[in-house]
């Protein structure tokens, strides 16, 4: 059976996706899985164990140069790669025109079918064209975490039951967690980048934060995507190396794929609501997520059935440092010297 996934974007949403191709595999072992994503994405599903093919896009900047002689030729050329499978069943996962689009350009296999979600869920996007070009509309529960409504749309398409964990299958090759000889504990990475602003997390708090953890062992790691993450990251090894050398690390800018190698050497994650935060919940680490939003419930690592080891903290307009501290002590006691 050939299988064509649909989940272009965003990062988080994508990571919320990835057990669907791990209860594919445990329910139907022979089936071949294709995934069809923004490019940039690619190199983390690249670290998919199972995944066949992973067929990238760039819808998000072809949409803004539609007009120009390279965007159709890159349209082309991503339509021939598509096609090249006939497939049994493709799968729209996210719900919106876009992957709709894709869906529909799909090739079916004889007697192959599309399948969509019915209706929206809360706090998720939808739009109508993607139940139109289905072939077959699956309505799932509205309240829905969003990692159970890509699982629970997969195993209704393709008629299976999902186990109670959720199995995020990343290939990370294992590797001794780093330390430093006045850090024994090991490194925590800080996710403090999100794509809106009012998710993020006070400076001054994550500089306090900082300093507890140096004191309990820890040396910070501080990655970043863009420019303004790394003027952050900068501002805050700033302030923490100026007590002592060594006590907070900046990285080079990282592709995706490296990154969760990177994170995989680590104690412990703390980070915002974030995609590279959601990284660190499907490799199983130690970690704090931070919302200044009351939606944990959809998002957050809490639901998953981590055994307390991944936790979420929630205040309006934002936790307060030792809420979080504790949280990550909290981590500790379900397994980790914290």
Known sequence: MKILLVKLSSLGDVVHTLPVVQDI???LP???????????????????????????????RWRKSFWTA??????????????Q???????????????ALVARLARLSPGGKRYALANQTDGSGYEAPTRW??????AVEPHIHAVRRSRELAARALGYRFAAGADFGLKVAAAPAKTHEHYPKGRIAFIHGTSRADKEWP?????????RLNTAGYQLLLPHGNAAELATSEAMAAALNGAAAG????????????????????????GVDSGVSHIAVALDLPHVQIYNFDTAWRTGPDALGHGGRQVSVFAE?????????????ACGTAGVDA
Do not use: N
């Not at 899985?33 to 164990?49: H, N, T």
């Not at 006590?247 to 703390?270: F, R």
């Open 25 to 27: 595999r445990a329910a």
């Open 247 to 270: 006590s907070a690390l900046v990285p080079p800018t990282l592709a995706l794929d490296e990154l969760a190698a990177e994170l995989a050497q680590c104690a412990g994650v703390i």
């Open 317 to 329: 307009p934002a936790p307060d440092v030792e809420a979080v501290w504790q949280a990550w002590l």
């Open 70 to 83: 390279a965007t159709r030729q890159a349209w082309r050329a991503f339509k021939h790669d598509l096609q």
């Open 85 to 99: 499978e006939a497939y049994d069943a493709v799968i729209d996962l996210q719900g919106l025109t876009k992957s």
């Open 133 to 138: 070009v289905a072939d077959v509309a699956i």
């Open 30 to 60: 022979d089936a071949q899985i294709d995934w069809v994503v923004e490019k940039s994405f690619a190199p983390l599903l690249a670290r998919s164990e199972g995944l066949h093919r992973v067929i990238p896009c760039e819808i998000r």
């Open 203 to 211: 400076l001054s708090h994550w500089v306090a934060l900082g300093q």
